[in-house]
C-alpha cells in the first residue's frame, strides 16, 4: 500500500456535506480523501438548489415584464420571446463553473479527490474501481434520489434530476407532489408560459407548513393559472403520440405533455456495500447515526440527506463542521436543528423560521397570533392581484416570537434576517420596538400590532 492511498478520512460523496467535511478536515491538517461518483457540489449545485433558483429567476422574468406597462415601459406582448434552450443552455455553463470552484476549493486545502463508485470493503477499507484506499474515518455522505411511486407507465414520468435537462418545453405539465419541489416545479413551469396542474393525494399541500401559508399559498397559485387538484392521484400513464394520458384515483382522465413526479426521495445507499460491513439502516431506509452522526460501526459515520435529518443544503453544511470538529478539531460541537429556517421558492415565495400555529398549540404554548394580508406597494400601479402574508406565532406567557412565517416577494431574504433574531430569543416587544424601513413589505413585522380575535 503506498503511502498516497492511506487516509485519516475517507469521504464517499462530494456534495454539500462531503465537500465542507473534506475541506475543513484537511485545513486541520487531516490527510483526506474525497469520492465522488457523479458530480462536484452534489445534488444541490447540479440538480437541486442552485439550478432551480436560476429557473425561478428565468420564470419570475414574465412577471416583470407583465408588470413593466404600469411603470411605462412599453413592451408589446407581440416582441416578447422565452427560449428555453437559451436558459437551460445558460444554466449548465454556471454549473460548469461551480464544479471548476468546487474542484480548486478541494484541490487547495489539499483534498484528494477520487472519482468514481465508491464501496466499503471494511471499516478502514474504501474500494473505487481496482484501487483500495486505507483510512482512519470513513463518512458516508452519499446524498439522496428521487423516488417514482410504482404504476403502470412509470418509465414515462420524470422526476427533478431530468427537468433540469429538459430538450424543450411542453404547452401542458402535470407536476405529481405536495412538497417544496413540486410547488417550485409548477411555479416555473407556469411562469415560463406552460398550461400546469399540481395533483396533490392530500388535501392540502405543503404538509408541515403553517396552515395559513398553505391555504393562502393554494389561493395566489390558483389566481397565477396552476390548476391545483388535491385528494387526487395518478393510477396509471399511457403515452400516445407526443403526450401522455393520466387516469386518475378519482376516475377522472387527464391529457398533458409532461408528467413530473416529486413524490419523495430515498437515500442513496446502493452498492456502498453497507449490509457487508455491518451499517445498520433505519426502517425508512436512511442510515441509522448518533447526535454525532456515528454509525453503529466504529469509524465509519454519516451526514447529510442520508441520514434522514431535514434535508437541506445548510443542514448538511452545519453538520459537517460539526462533524470536522469533533473527528480532528477539539472534539466538541452539537447540532442544533431547532429554528432551521426554509425558503420555497414557488411565486410568491414562502419563508418562515421556527413554531407553526398548529406546533405551538401543540406543545402546549397560550399562543397569540399577529397576521397581516397586504398588496405589496410594487403591486399598485400594475394592477397585479398578487398579495402578501405575514404571521408571528408569539407565547402569551413569556411573550417570545415562536414563529414567523411570510408568503410574498423576497420571503425567503426576509425570514433569514428575522431567524437570528427568533433564534436569539426575541420576544413581541422587542419586535415592536425595533424601528422599520419604511417603505418595504418587511416593516409589517415589526408594526403588527393587534393580535388576531380568532386565535
Ligand atoms: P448530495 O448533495 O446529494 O451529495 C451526495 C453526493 O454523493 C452526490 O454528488 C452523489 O453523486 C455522490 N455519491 C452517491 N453515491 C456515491 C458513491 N457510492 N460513491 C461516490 N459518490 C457517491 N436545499 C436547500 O437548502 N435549499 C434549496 O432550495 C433546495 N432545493 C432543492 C431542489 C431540488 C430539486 C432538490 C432535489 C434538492 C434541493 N435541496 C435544497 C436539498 C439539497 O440539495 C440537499 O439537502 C443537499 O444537497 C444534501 O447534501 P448531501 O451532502 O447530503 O448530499
Redesign the pocket.
Known sequence: MSENQNFDLIV???????VRLARMSAQRGARVAI?????LG???VN???VP??LFVYGAHVSEELEDAGGYGWHVPREQVGFDWPTLVANKNAEIERLNGVYRRLLDNAGVRVIE????LADANTVVVGDDRYQTRHITI????W?VVPELPGQECILT?NEMFYLPQLPRQAVVWGGGY?AV?FAGILAGLGVETTLLYRGEMFLRGFDDDVRRFTAEELTKKGIQLRFGVTIESVQPEGGHYNLSLSDGSRLTTGLVMAATG?RA?TE??GLTDVGVELTPSGHIRVDEHFQTNVPGITA????VGTP??????IAQAMVLSRRLFGDGQGEMDYNHIPT?V?CQPNIGTVGLTEAEARAAGHQVRVYRSEFKPMKYTLTGRQERCLMKLVVDGDSDRVLGAHMVGPDAGEIIQGLAVAIKAGATKAEFDATIGIHPTSAEEFVTMREPVADA
Open positions: 464517499i460523496g462530494a456534495g454539500s456535506g462531503g469520492v465522488e461518483s457523479r458530480y452534489g445534488t444541490c440538480v437541486g438548489c432551480k433558483k468514481g463508485s465508491a464501496r455522505a452519499t446524498g439522496s428521487p427533478s419541489i417550485e426521495r442513496l452498492g456502498l451526514l447529510g440527506d442520508v434535508q437541506l443544503t445548510p443542514v448538511a425558503a421558492f
